[in-house]
T-cell receptor
Framework: GIQVEQSPPDLILQEGANSTLRCNFS?????LQWFHQNPWGQLINLFY???GTKQNGRLSATTVATERYSLLYISSSQTTDSGVYFC??????????FGKGTHLIIQP | DTGVSQDPRHKITKRGQNVTFRCDPI?????LYWYRQTLGQGPEFLTY????????KSRLLSDRFSAERPKGSFSTLEIQRTEQGDSAMYLC?????????????FGEGSRLTVL
């Protein structure tokens, strides 16, 4: 099955800083999503991005499918951005395969 | 609220008891997925349905785990003879099989604690 690796595993930044989270996947995919898991455990959809670039406010994401990686950018970080960010990828009808996540801490 | 709904949100049980979780997907979604997430890990795929048909169940963790979606709407995940290692968050997700983007939407999860 597809392998998904995320880096870095942990990231501590000051408020206002920018960050880049990376996701590598082992095979071609037709689904790639980024999620933010809130403190109560719910996975919040950030981007559905099997290829290309999307932006939503201070967040943007780019997937280069031919090179099998995706990047999530967070600009002007706020303390509310803290939490775990997951990348998940899939190649077919089966469920997505998740990475282990990046634990982001934004300090005031 | 038209999102994915899960019940109960929290369940504490004693080892050896059976537990059942319910998931109500987004109403027009015909694909429904179950995942398990343990502490510090990403969610792990268990099984999925298209309408009432269970199309993949080989990744259910043991024969103590079973899932149903009898009328193609809500689904249940049952764990029999629970063990302490079953303590985890159980997540349900849904999506359209076709005609949509394929984006998966998750519920808030059911957190299981086995004492």
């Amino acid at each position: 099955g597809i392998q998904v690796e995320q880096s870095p595993p942990d990231l501590i930044l000051q408020e206002g800083a920018n960050s880049t989270l990376r996701c590598n996947f082992s095979d071609s995919v037709n689904n790639l999503q980024w999620f933010h898991q809130n403190p109560w455990g719910q996975l919040i959809n950030l981007f559905y991005i099997p290829s290309g670039t999307k932006q939503n406010g201070r967040l943007s994401a780019t997937t280069v499918a031919t090179e099998r990686y995706s990047l999530l950018y967070i600009s002007s970080s706020q303390t509310t951005d803290s939490g775990v960010y997951f990348c998940a990828a899939g190649g077919g009808a089966d469920g997505l395969t998740f990475g282990k996540g990046t634990h982001l801490i934004i300090q005031p | 609220d038209t999102g994915v709904s899960q019940d109960p949100r929290h369940k504490i049980t004693k080892r050896g008891q059976n537990v059942t979780f319910r998931c109500d997907p987004i109403s027009e979604h015909n694909r429904l997925y179950w995942y398990r997430q343990t502490l510090g890990q990403g969610p792990e795929f268990l099984t999925y349905f298209q309408n009432e048909a269970q199309l993949e169940k080989s990744r259910l963790l043991s024969d103590r785990f079973s899932a149903e979606r009898p009328k193609g709407s809500f689904s249940t995940l049952e764990i029999q003879r629970t063990e302490q290692g079953d303590s985890a968050m159980y997540l349900c997700a849904s999506r359209l099989a076709s005609g949509g983007t394929g984006e998966l939407f998750f519920g808030e999860g059911s957190r299981l604690t086995v004492l």
